[in-house]
């Protein structure tokens, strides 16, 4: 198989479903090697919400680059554990031969008001969805040096451009990727190593396909579905869609992983319907 990334190496967190297994499959189907981690367990902050993934889906992830005749190496690693995070990246490392590209995808989203945010859910955001995204790129640095330059993606959201209620923990870990990233880039260019984040609006995967996130936008409905959830969504965005697909996302970064982004760095990219230029 060729394409934009044959003999290339992709690190993806969060990578056993949603947006990080749709960037496994985008990245493969031109050529990437895959470095996978996803936690694959539950978190008990998150647990109210929606379910996380399970080791089987990180094993779905394997079998799908796999049929694609590529090489991955995954394993279960919280990113919040900076040393299983560096150790699990050197293993993939070393199995497939280096690093080129970044894709600091995981992260979690639930919602509180500020008066009422507990503790636990303030911490865990913030640890997961951004100093995660910082042991990403600390444990890649290394090995993107060594390999004379490469490309590191975060994921941030519609909600690092802009406030939404109801979720100031998830909102300040977003804004706080876009510094980061800021910051990143300036360090890094003289390396040859870009760094950009991306920016989507709700994307179909469940994080947002939840009784709990539907109840946001159909408050007083006391069983709220996904149906209803979606025509209310509609009027987040400026294309008459309640949300996008993974794939949406995967393009647009398979793009800026890519060699016909060379020269693109220190950039926010947004997939995002024109939500944030919603009046």
Known sequence: MGGRFEGKVAFITGAARGQGRSHAIRLAEEGADIIAVDICRPIESVTPFYELAEPTDLAETVRLVEALDRRIVAREVDVRDLTALTGALADGVAALGGLDIVLANAG????????????????????INLTGVFFTAHAAIPHLKKRGGGVILLTSSTAGMQGYANAPHYTAS??????????????????????????PTGVDTPM??????????????PNPTRDAAAEAMKVTNLLPVPWIDPRD?????????????????????????????KP
């Open 108 to 127: 979690i989203f639930i919602s509180h008001d500020a008066d009422g945010m507990p503790e636990e859910a303030w911490r865990d955001v913030l640890d």
């Open 174 to 199: 977003k804004h706080g990727v876009v510094g980061l990233m800021k910051s990143l880039a300036q360090e890094l260019g003289p390396y040859g190593i870009r760094v950009n984040t991306v920016h």
């Open 208 to 221: 947002i396909q939840n009784e709990r996130t539907w109840g946001l936008f159909s408050p007083d409905d």
């Open 249 to 277: 996302v995967s393009n647009l970064v398979a793009w800026l992983a890519s060699d016909e982004a060379r020269y693109v760095t220190a950039s926010q990219y947004s997939v995002d319907a024109g939500a944030v230029n």
